[in-house]
Structure formats: C-alpha cells, structure tokens
C-alpha cells in the first residue's frame, strides 16, 4: 500500500513523462518514415496528383517475379526489377493521363474484334495456342461455356482469370495504338522539311584545310574566374536541371576472390584428382569427393563445343584422361568411359492426351486408324505433332530400346491414369558413334582466411580514412579504386553492381564527407564501402559540381584560346598553305555534308564549321574561324552534287527518324514526365 500511494503521489510527474515517451515515440516515425502518424504512408510514388499504393505495387512486383521465374530467369537483382515495374507503373499512369485529357478511348466493339474477332491481337493468338486449342472463339467458349465441355465453372477460373487479364492488357495496347497514331498523324514533314531533308546531305564538299588545336597553348595563361563560370552557368542553367535529388559519392568494389594460396592449393587437390582417374577405371575412386561436381553423358562428337575436347574424344582410348584445364576459376578434366555405335535420333509423330483411360483407348484407335491429327486435335485435353526429329542421345536404355522395337503403330511411350503419349516412329537414322563421357569441373572458392584477409585490409583503410576527402585521396596508394558514383532514390543498385540498393540507402541517410562501413552480405563475390561527397538538392545541378565546373572552364578557356589564334593569324596568309606555315602543322583534307554530325579527323558537333563550309564559295580561303577544339583555315576545293533524288518516302523517313514523329515518340514519356511532378519514394520501402 506505501508503494501504490508512492506511485500516486507522483502521477503528475509519470503522466509527463509518458507524455514526453509517447511524443518521441510519434516524431521518431514521423522523422523516419512519416508513414503512421502523417501523410500518406502507403504511397511508394506519387505522379501528377496520382498515388501509387504500396501494396498495389508489392503486387505487380510479386507478378513481375513470378513471370522472370516462369523464363527461367531465377537470379536476378530484385532491386533492377522494382525499378522496371515503378518505371512502368508511372509509364502507366503518364499515359493513361494523357489518354483521358484527349478523349481517347475503345468501344466494346473494338475488344471483341481483338480478342474473336476478324483482326485478333497477337498476343491473343499466342494464349490460343499455349492453351491448346484452334481459335480464340473455341477458347472464348470453353471458358465461358463451360458445360458444353463436360466442364464446371471452378475448373475454368484461373483461365478466366488470365483471359479477363489478357483482355485488359489488349484494352490498354488498343488506346496506346491510338495514341501514338495520332502522334504519327500530327507530326509529317511538309514540302519545306522534305526540301531541306533532301539538301542537307546533296552537296559533299571536299576541303582542305590547317588548324591548330587549343591543346597547343598553355592552360595558365588563360585563367578562367569563379565570375566567369557563373555567367556562363546562368546562360546554359536549363541543360543542368535535376529533376531528383541527386547524392554523390564513391564507391570502392572488392571482389571476394580466391588468392594465390588458394590457387596453389587447388592446384595440390585436382592434380590428385587426375592421378586417380589415370591409376583408376572409371570414376568410381572419385565419386565421394564433394569438392567436385561429375557430370557422366552420352554424346556425338557434332555435340561439344569446344574443339579441343572433341579433338580429344575422337582419338582417345577408352579410360584416356585429359590434363586439368583451368578457365574463370574452374578446372575441367574429361575422362572417356566408352563408345558404341548406337541409336541418335528418330523421326517421329507424338500425340499427347490429358483425361482418362477411355479418352486415351479412344485416342489410339483413330491415331492407328490414320485419322489427321487436325481431327484428333478438335478433342478436348489433346495436343501433337507430325513428322519431327527427336533426339535419343542421353535417353534412358528402356526408352531407346521402344523405338528400336517400335512396328507400324503408336506405342505407348508414358501413360498414367490422367493422361499418356503416343509415338509413331517414321524413320530411324542409321547408328552413329556415340562416347560415354564423364566431365569432372573443380571449382576454386576464396577460403574463410582469404575473405578475413580482404576484409580486415579494407577496414583497415577505412579506419586511416575515414572521412569522403581522404578516402577518394588515398585510394589508389592503398590499390583500391574509388569509383564515383551518382543516385538518386530511386537507383537501384550501385554502377551496376548487383545486390547494392542498400548501398544507395546508406548514400541518402548519411551526411557529406561520411564513409559507411563495410557492406558484406548483400553479394557474395564483393565487399563494398561508399562514401558520400555531396548532395544536390532537387532543381538544378550547382555551376560548383566538379563536373560541369570542369566542362565550363574547358569550354571558357577554348573561347579565350580560339580568340587569341584567331587575332594571332588573321590575315596573316593568303592561302591555306601560308597558314599551315604560320600554325606549322601540315595541310589536311576532309569531306563535309551540311548534314552530318562528324566530320573525320576533325571531330563531332561542329556545327559552325559546317554551317561555314556549306555557306563558302569554292576556291575561296575561309577564316581562321573558332571550332570546337580548334582554330581552323579552310577551302572548298570541289563539290560534289548527288544526281540521285530521294523519294518523298525516304525524306518523310529521315524526317520522322531525326525531327519528326518516331523522334518525338522515342522521348514521349520523358516529354510526359517532365510535364508533370513524379516523386518516388521507393526507398522509404524497399
């Protein structure tokens, strides 16, 4: 009782208390997440006005997965494929906005005439024909109609599923279709852009010419000011806009490889692999060691790929032994265990039956009863083909040996109570040599030592240089490299290393000049440390980013260059030869088109000199005039006219290619997107 009294004589001071916990408790969430107490915390990305719910797309990632396992693809950084669904769900919405602002739709009528209709979709055609059956219609009916097949309506939903699926994908194709045909329609080259397309490239003009390039004068004596750089920034500002914000760093890489101790000691163990295999018949001697993997074959010599173990098989005795061969860190060593002529392949028909006993019974008889397969296939849970060749190399021996006693007929070649195949052999190949193999590979892992070793010299360099400055500084005296990296949150991984999003998290939760520790688990062959430099906030790159600081003082400092040459040789010649004096570089020549991009032995993006050239009469010496690396002096010494004129098609076609709609529509989501705010969020999720 002293005790309660106690506690309630302090119940003002425990009410504060609990006040001030549960406060911090709600600004901690609200400082990390924001996700609980305010706003809205199930939205991954917001694009225009339109959220998008986390759960929504956990969903069309669990899809995404799936569809990538289905393929085959069962490595892959779950990071990437985010990335590609949020892309495509703000693609998605991009769209589907525009779609809605210019009225364009579908009509029912549309639909149907994709999915059954006379003008079915591709991808309708391709669902047809991985459900087995002859035209959508059949399908369309089958699904719907059930009961008409023997069938309920539970054995039919998945596949109604998929179809109602299918149909809203075909939905969204159709209006897509629609718009980019208005894009097409909208944006034609008129008889202007078909006259300027078509004298662009008509005249080549062959030069001659002399420059001096900028690199031939000293960066010191043309200083470029912090003014400078600043004047020139606020000029170009808009080519430097950022849509996100972007964090900086470096990032240093370590592959997790095995060192030269672990080589030598592989070396040791499948150098005593191959003495059991010589002393030994077979491989039996070896089958415990699980250091190996034995992969035991039949093969035809057209069958390896490698010219050398062919070369082997065909002149090897029985129980010859090939020397280890080392490649990417795996021995290989092959060891021929036999050959024969035997049975490589047949040419056969096989039909496939899903259903009973007494629909497979029936199946058989008309197959040996000559029906067309077409006929057969019009019955439900069938499937086949005519006339293909099947390999038998590799094939168990009772699987060989039913076609070698195939007669006339089908056989049975599976059969269970749900369903069974039936094979008709047409031709049998005459018997091939055949090699019983067996390939031993060994592969060279880093040991525990070596991967301690690794990590322990990296935490050691991390521990003298543990600020961004000193760790991109001392780097390469260490033998690392600091590679720089640029993010933003929604990166996936890190200059494309795989399994590093939560590198790129570390990046956006640390502050300039901080170095993380050690990211060891989220790929096996790496250790990975980063460094975070600077940050620039959404709007606009700063004119002090190192990069574009470096490209303007480039770009000032050849202006000042191209100056001084130009005021140093104006008029100094009277042909191009005086000037390659003066300049003491040599006399060149090129070709220029008023169309091209580059232009050999001078350079790319010399629009002035292009734009000078094609203005210049023949014979006549031009400049000097500033490029963009260059003062140069030319001379047109002939042109050339194409007596060949395009085609309105082929205009119309370079038009669309470089100006026009297929130039407009390759940029249309970047068009779309910039038109609008998309915030992603991702990273305060995944």
């Not at 109604?160 to 969204?172: F, G, H, M, R």
């Not at 197959?367 to 499937?383: R, S």
């Not at 929604?490 to 590198?503: A, F, L, M």
């Not at 430099?533 to 191209?562: C, F, H, V, W």
Request: no cysteine; aromatic share 6%.
């Amino acid at each position: 009782m002293a005790a309660l009294e106690k506690i309630r004589s302090k119940a003002v001071l425990l009410t504060v208390v609990i006040g001030l916990a549960l406060l911090a408790f709600i600004l901690t969430d609200f400082l990390n997440s924001g996700r609980t107490f305010f706003g809205d915390g199930n939205t991954v990305a917001n694009v225009g006005g339109t959220k998008i719910d986390a759960m929504e797309f956990q969903h069309r990632y669990e899809l995404a997965s799936q569809e990538m396992q289905a393929r085959g693809q069962r490595s892959f950084d779950g990071a990437v494929l985010q990335s590609q669904v949020m892309n495509q769900m703000i693609q998605e919405i991009l769209l589907n906005d525009e779609l809605d602002a210019l009225d364009i739709d579908v009509s029912s009528e549309e639909i149907t005439n994709a999915m059954i209709g006379d003008n079915v979709h591709p991808q309708v055609m391709q669902f047809v024909q991985q459900a087995g059956m002859q035209s959508p219609s059949e399908l369309h009916n089958l699904i719907f109609h059930p009961t008409q097949y023997g069938l309920s309506d539970n054995d039919m939903v998945q596949m109604k599923e998929a179809w109602l699926s299918l149909e809203e994908e075909i939905t969204k194709s159709l209006k897509y279709e629609k718009l980019q045909n208005l894009i097409v329609g909208a944006i034609q080259a008129n008889n202007l852009d078909k006259k300027e397309m078509a004298s662009e490239n008509a005249v080549t003009n062959h030069i001659k010419y002399a420059r001096v390039n900028y690199s031939t004068l000293k960066n010191d004596d043309y200083p470029v000011s912090d003014s400078e750089i600043l004047a020139e920034y606020n000029k170009q500002k808009e080519l430097y806009k950022l849509p996100q914000e972007m964090r900086i760093g470096h990032v240093i890489a370590v592959d997790i490889a095995p060192s030269t101790a672990d080589l030598n000691m592989a070396q040791e163990n499948i150098n005593g692999v191959y003495t059991q295999l010589v002393s030994s018949e077979g491989i039996d001697d070896i089958r415990n060691n699980s250091d190996l993997s034995i992969n035991e074959t039949t093969v035809r010599l057209s069958d390896v790929r490698q010219n050398d173990e062919r070369d082997f098989i065909s002149r090897a005795a029985i129980g010859d032994v090939t020397s280890p061969k080392f490649l990417s860190n795996t021995y290989t060593i092959v060891k021929l265990l036999g050959k024969e002529m035997g049975l490589d392949s047949v040419n056969v028909s096989m039909m496939s039956i899903a259903g009973a006993k007494n629909l497979q019974d029936s199946v058989l008889n008309l197959l040996n009863a000559g029906t067309p397969y077409a006929e057969i296939q019009k019955i439900q849970g069938t499937q086949g083909q005519e006339n293909f060749w099947q390999t038998l190399v590799g094939a168990p021996d009772s699987t060989i040996a039913k076609f070698k006693a195939a007669g006339k007929n089908y056989f049975t070649l599976n059969q269970s109570e749900q369903g069974a195949i039936y094979v008709k052999v047409n031709e049998l190949k005459a018997p091939k040599q055949l090699y019983d193999i067996a390939r031993i590979t060994y592969t060279v892992y880093p040991s525990t030592k070596t991967t301690e070793d690794l990590r322990d010299s990296l935490q050691a360099f991390i521990n003298k240089n543990n600020t961004a400055e000193l760790f991109e500084q001392n780097a390469a005296k260490a033998g690392y490299n600091a590679m720089a990296t640029r993010v933003t949150s929604s990166t996936p991984q890190v200059n494309g290393i795989d399994g590093t999003r939560e590198v790129v998290r570390w990046l956006f939760e640390a502050q300039p000049g901080a170095v993380s520790t050690i990211f060891d688990e989220q790929s096996n062959d790496k250790l990975i440390v980063a460094s975070l430099d600077n940050i620039y906030e959404e709007g606009y790159m700063p004119a002090s980013a190192p990069e574009i600081s470096n490209a303007l003082t480039t770009q000032i400092r050849n202006k000042k260059k191209g100056d001084a040459l130009v005021a140093q040789y104006q008029g100094k010649a009277s042909d191009i030869e005086g000037y390659a004096k003066l300049m003491n570089v040599a006399v060149d020549s090129a070709q220029v088109t008023f169309g091209q991009n580059y232009i050999a032995k001078i350079g790319a993006g010399e629009s002035e000199l292009t734009a000078s050239v094609a203005a210049a009469q023949p014979n006549t010496v031009v400049g000097p005039i500033e490029a963009n690396t260059s003062v140069i002096v030319f001379e047109v010494v002939k042109q050339d006219t194409s007596k060949r004129e395009l085609t309105d098609m082929e205009t119309e076609q370079q038009f669309a290619r470089s100006r026009g709609n297929q130039a407009v529509m390759s940029q249309a989501i970047n068009i779309l997107e910039n038109a609008v705010d998309v915030e992603n969020k991702m990273i305060r999720f995944f």
